[in-house]
């Protein structure tokens, strides 16, 4: 687990962080390592309820401090990709507007690797409980506020890919990057321009075992005066 950052930094300071992790960067937001970006938040999901195997569904959208997690934003298409979830589109807005997938289609908290690390997985088209489904299915987060950089874990890879659609407040794209090859690994995100826009973004996955997020962390530090 990625211990929560403590340390307070002024607002130009990391202003200087961001803009420098994002330098070589030529598209609105950039993959930068996690570790150069100052983030004073942590969403763990280990204090939520879960269980092995498919764990515990979730047909509602998921609300925790700071972020809110669900399958997709008013507006965007959802179509499958053999098994996978394939969301597209700008979403509606303003208000950008987080919706949770069907039935059994939606999210579930799973321990991972013992008990005391839960990690939040889609469900995709074949539904829960079926294996075929877990970790294929899109995850969606919206911020309370919006972001200048991000950073999470991605947990279960197989050498698959991961693509990463970002959101402004108003619904409209910042881009999709695409992650991978995939094991389990750590991303940072950063605006190339420093700008703090960041409204949400949608994970989806084309890994044959489907993937988990983890730790997602993100707010920058407070302005000091």
């Known amino acids: 687990m990625i211990p929560k950052r403590t340390s307070l930094w002024c607002s130009a300071c990391a202003a200087l962080v961001l803009a420098d992790a994002a330098a070589a960067c030529d598209t609105p937001v950039c993959v930068v390592d996690p570790d150069t970006l100052a983030l004073t938040q942590i969403i763990t999901f280990d204090d939520q309820p879960a269980s092995f195997g498919p764990g515990i569904h979730l047909d509602t959208v998921l609300d925790l401090n700071g972020a809110r997690f669900g399958e997709r934003f008013s507006g965007q298409s959802l179509s499958t990709t053999g098994t996978h979830d394939n969301v597209t589109g700008a979403a509606l807005g303003p208000p950008l507007v987080l919706i949770a997938g069907d039935a059994g289609q939606n999210l579930a908290l799973v321990h991972m690797g013992g008990a005391a690390r839960t990690v939040l997985v889609g469900y995709g088209a074949a539904g829960f409980p079926k294996r ?94």
């Open 132 to 225: 075929d489904a877990q970790g294929e299915g899109a995850i969606a987060v919206q911020f309370d506020r919006d972001q200048p950089a991000l950073a999470f874990d991605l947990r279960g890879g197989e050498g698959g890919i991961a693509q990463v659609q970002f959101l402004r407040r108003d619904g409209s794209s910042l881009g999709t990057l695409q992650l991978g090859p995939l094991g389990e690994d750590r991303f940072g995100f950063s605006r190339s321009d420093g700008a703090s826009d960041i409204a949400g973004f949608v994970l989806t996955n084309f890994d044959d075992q489907g993937l988990a997020l983890d730790n997602l962390r993100f707010g920058p530090p407070p302005d000091l005066g």
